[in-house]
């Protein structure tokens, strides 16, 4: 098995795990803690961590929010196509990290597309604050998993060029220059 396979295969495995986490924290919230039946919805944890149940209509950020059978089945399609595509991107990467940040989101999108399948709604339950003050909407364990994933590319993208390609590009106007002076040497 080349090291590129490996990669993939280890990107699918992240997928998949990300996506039995998801579904497993899930079916904690639903039976065990029947988070929707308790008082308010509600279970405290910690002074700045707390269950709440949460029905999410929406995309990201409430966006999109389905409000009929069939906009819920457009959000299922538009959310199942951007994870094929993710899943392309994927596999024609090579470095692991590209490969493991694209199976977070792959992962987590997976997650949620089962929920608004089976539910009409994706299931979220985490909410972090500080006192009354919610820096995060509440959230579950795919959003975390995209997100942590968008941002691992955005980095990538942002500040590691690809070195390989600016130094052919250097050497290139390097190898002109000297071209150019041993030209004019010569005459």
């Given amino acids: 098995m080349t090291a590129v396979s490996r990669n993939r295969l280890i990107g699918l495995s992240l997928a998949a795990a990300i996506f039995a986490v998801d579904r497993w924290v899930k079916w904690l919230m639903l039976v065990p803690f029947d988070l929707r ?6 279970i405290d944890l910690l002074p700045f961590f707390d269950l709440t149940w949460t029905q999410n209509y929406g ?30 991107w994927m596999m ?46 509440i959230f579950n364990i795919a959003d975390a998993a995209i997100t942590i994933g968008v ?5 990538r993208s942002l500040f590691l060029r690809d070195k390989h390609g600016e130094e ?9 220059a000297k071209t150019g002076d041993a030209a004019t040497e010569t005459h």
């Fill in 168 to 176: 052919s590009g250097d050497a290139k106007d390097d190898k002109a």
């Fill in 151 to 155: 941002l691992i590319i955005l980095a």
């Fill in 59 to 88: 995309v990201s950020l409430g966006m999109l929010t389905a409000t009929s059978a069939e906009m819920r089945w457009i959000l299922v399609g538009v959310t199942g196509l951007i994870a094929l595509v993710v899943l392309i």
């Fill in 37 to 42: 039946n308790q008082p308010g919805g509600k």
């Fill in 92 to 137: 024609r990467e090579k470095k692991l990290i590209d490969i493991a940040a694209l199976a977070m989101i792959l992962g987590g999108a997976a997650g949620n597309i089962r929920d608004r399948s089976v539910y009409g709604y994706v299931i979220d339950y985490a909410d972090f604050h500080i006192g009354t003050f919610r820096p995060f909407l």
